[in-house]
């Protein structure tokens, strides 16, 4: 099966197209396959990947109680194929990449400054009402268990071990989290994300 150039014509090998991969015609346009349609269920839990240019922004998401895989030095490529086996919207500042993989979930981030850019995301996915802050690790993106002080003995500081009760415990890198002044700055970044809705 080939893929014809819209402007001349020529035909290319549907194998060139995987993914969604675009590429230059001699002829100097773009060609590429039509965007897949992922179909999502309405109730279904919004699930991202950042690339490389937008760890903060998947912190921020991950605190948020949100599902956001990010690896710092991904190749597009691989973003895009990952992105697609796992059902996830590609968050990018990159603005050529819509035009290089012609998948439907890519999110051309406009907003330079962190708490913009996570402004923007949740106004345009609508997610205030979908936080969960806290209940996911900022730093693999593992769902957090509850774990009682006595069970982190030596992963987290003795006075937050006797004053603490329970905690929470990431069960991929083992990361111990606690409620404590970073917490309220958290909820009051979010609170003044929400206001400016």
């Known amino acids: ?39 999502v269920a309405a109730d279904a839990e919004l699930r991202f990947s950042a690339d490389a240019m937008l760890g903060k922004l998947a912190r921020w998401l991950r605190l948020l109680g949100f599902d956001c895989a990010y690896a710092s030095d991904i190749a597009d490529a691989e973003l895009v194929q990952r992105a697609i086996e796992q059902g996830r919207v590609i968050l990018t500042r990159d603005r050529a990449l819509p035009d290089e993989w012609r998948v439907s979930d890519i999110c051309v ?16 996915f609508e997610l205030s009402d979908a936080i969960r802050l806290f209940t996911r690790c900022s730093e693999c993106n593992r769902r957090l268990n509850s774990a009682a002080a006595a069970e982190l003995k030596g992963r987290a500081p003795a006075r937050i071990l006797a004053t603490q009760d329970p905690l929470q415990a990431c069960p991929g890198c083992g990361r111990v989290y606690w409620s ?17 809705e």
């Open 109 to 124: 981030v406009r907003a330079e400054k962190t708490y913009e850019q996570l402004g923007e995301i949740l106004r345009r």
């Open 180 to 196: 404590g002044s970073h917490t309220r700055r958290i909820q009051r970044v979010v609170e003044q994300l929400l206001a400016g």
């Open 1 to 39: 099966m080939s893929v014809p150039c819209a402007r001349c014509g020529r035909e290319y090998d549907v194998t060139l197209f995987e993914f969604g991969r675009t590429l230059w015609c001699t002829c100097g346009s773009r060609v590429g396959l039509e965007p897949r349609v992922r179909r």
